[in-house]
Every structure is written in structure tokens, then in C-alpha cells.
């Protein structure tokens, strides 16, 4: 993000997806002490400055104190776990977020005609992903579908079927096409 970044985590007491900012409900700095796999014991409050959908997810938060980190492999094993609780799309890039992506080109994104209720799931893909650098950015390739790699990771050059996904989509904003479109992008995978 361009004055901050973004973190994700689930909360374990009602398994949603949450994007964490600080106390007073701003981003969170480069410096923040989360790592993938950190687990935290802190208070998670709707934050005051919540947006509109899809971007439903911002949450105030207290850190008291990391209990530990169970790694990728932790993550995954929590997500199948809690798989009937969690959201989730499997298969086709076209179920992510309830079916209300538009894919033009290489341009794969909402608008306002139809906006999912969450801006971030987890997805298992039916097919692999393969990694490309264009412009010095990051995507991966879902057939001919780009998305554009947001997360810390060292990217790969295959994400393989069956692996479990994090997407989100970036804030509204107008690329000039003349509508305010949220673009999907991925945020991580667990291999």
C-alpha cells in the first residue's frame, strides 16, 4: 500500500478474515512485528474508519502478546480444519468473490454494478498458477487471467493446483476507464 501495508490474519474465535490496522484504526507500518504463521493474543475490534464493501474486513487491534508461529504448514492445516467455516472459493478464478469479477484482458476486477461483501478468501485453485515479471511487477497466470502478486513472499514459478490461495481486491479507485473499479490481486499462497 502506498502509506502502509497490508496484513492479513483469520480470527480464530469467529474464523473470519481480517485485515489488521493499529488501535486507531490506521495501516499498519512496514515495520510491524507480524510474521506468516504468527498467532497473537490482542483485542479485534470493527474499526472506526471501516469502508464500504467489498473492503468490509478492517479491524482495530491491541497487541498483548505473540503466542508463537505455526508456520505454512499451520495455516494450512487451520484452513482445512475449519474448512466448512472459512471463506473459501474452490476451482475456477470465476468463483472467487461470490462470481462478481469481471475478467477484460488482463484487467480482472469488480465495480459497483455488483460488489462481493468481503474484499478478501482464500481460494483453491483447479488449475496451477504460473509466475511472470511484467514491468518489474509480479503476476501470476491463471490461463490467460493475470493477477497481481501483493504479498512479501519470494514468488515461485509454479503455484500448483489444490494449493490454498489468499486473494484480495485493492481499494476502489478509477484507472481511467471511467469507473471505479477494486482490482483482484493475490496476496499469498501456503505450499
Not at 498483548?64 to 472459493?89: E, M, P, S, W
Not at 488482463?106 to 481460494?123: G, L, Q
Not at 493446483?161 to 476507464?177: H, K, P, Q, Y
Amino acid at each position: 500500500m502506498r502509506n502502509g501495508v497490508c496484513v492479513g490474519g483469520i480470527n480464530e474465535d469467529t474464523h473470519e478474515l481480517i485485515r489488521i490496522h493499529n488501535d486507531r484504526g490506521g495501516n499498519l507500518t512496514s515495520d510491524a512485528p507480524y510474521e506468516i504463521g504468527d498467532r497473537w493474543r490482542m483485542s479485534v475490534e470493527t474499526a472506526w474508519n471501516v469502508r464500504s464493501a467489498p473492503h468490509t474486513e478492517d479491524k482495530q487491534t491491541t497487541p498483548f502478546g505473540k503466542i508463537g508461529n505455526v508456520g505454512i504448514q499451520g495455516i494450512k492445516d487451520y484452513v482445512f480444519r475449519n474448512i466448512g467455516l472459512l471463506r473459501i472459493a474452490r476451482g475456477s478464478i470465476a468463483n472467487a468473490f461470490q462470481g462478481t469479477l469481471h475478467f477484460v484482458g488482463t484487467k480482472n476486477y469488480v465495480n459497483r454494478a455488483n460488489v462481493p461483501s468481503y474484499s478478501t478468501e482464500f481460494w483453491i485453485a483447479d488449475k496451477d498458477l504460473t509466475h511472470s515479471i511484467q514491468f518489474e511487477k509480479h503476476y501470476y497466470y491463471y490461463d490467460n487471467v493475470r493477477i497481481k502478486f501483493v504479498g512479501f513472499q519470494t514468488p515461485v514459478n509454479r503455484i500448483p493446483a489444490g494449493t490454498i490461495i489468499r486473494l484480495s481486491l485493492a481499494n476502489w479507485w478509477d484507472d481511467g476507464s471511467g469507473e471505479e473499479r477494486c482490482y483482484l490481486q493475490l496476496s499469498g499462497w501456503y505450499l
